[in-house]
C-alpha cells in the first residue's frame, strides 16, 4: 500500500504565501508523475500543476508565474510554493501522484487533502 501525506495548509492573508508538501511513503519503487489539484466549495476538482518523471511541469493559467511545483525525487515528495495568493485560491488541495509498485503495477493515488483558506 502507498500514502501520500500532505502538509503546509492554512490560513494566509491575500498576497501571502504558503508551501504545500506531499510525501509517498510505502510501497513504492518508482513515480512518475506528480500533481496538486484543488476543489472550491460548489465546484470541480481542477488541477493546479503537475511535474513529470523527467521534470516537466505544466500550470493552470490561473496560477501561472504565482504558483511553482518541484520535486525532490529521494524524498519521493513534490511541493507546491504558492506566492501572491488571492482569495480565489482557496480550496482543499489535494495531492496526485502515478506510482510504480514493487510488483510494477502502476496506481494513481490521491493525498488526503489540505485545507487552503485566504482572506483578511
Known amino acids: 500500500q502507498v500514502q501520500l501525506v500532505e502538509s503546509g495548509g492554512g490560513l494566509v492573508q491575500p498576497g501571502g504565501s504558503l508551501r504545500l508538501s506531499c510525501a509517498a511513503s510505502g510501497n513504492i519503487f518508482n513515480i512518475d508523475a506528480m500533481g496538486w489539484y484543488r476543489q472550491a466549495p460548489g465546484k470541480q476538482r481542477e488541477l493546479v500543476a503537475y511535474?513529470?518523471?523527467?521534470?516537466?511541469?505544466n500550470y493552470a493559467d490561473s496560477v501561472k508565474g504565482r504558483f511553482t511545483i518541484s520535486r525532490d525525487n529521494a524524498k519521493n515528495t513534490v511541493y507546491l510554493q504558492m506566492n501572491s495568493l488571492k482569495p480565489e485560491d482557496t480550496a482543499v488541495y489535494y495531492c496526485n501522484a502515478d506510482i510504480w509498485t514493487k510488483e510494477l503495477s502502476k496506481v494513481n493515488y490521491w493525498g488526503q487533502g489540505t485545507q487552503v483558506t485566504v482572506s483578511s
Open positions: 511535474t513529470t518523471g523527467a521534470g516537466s511541469t
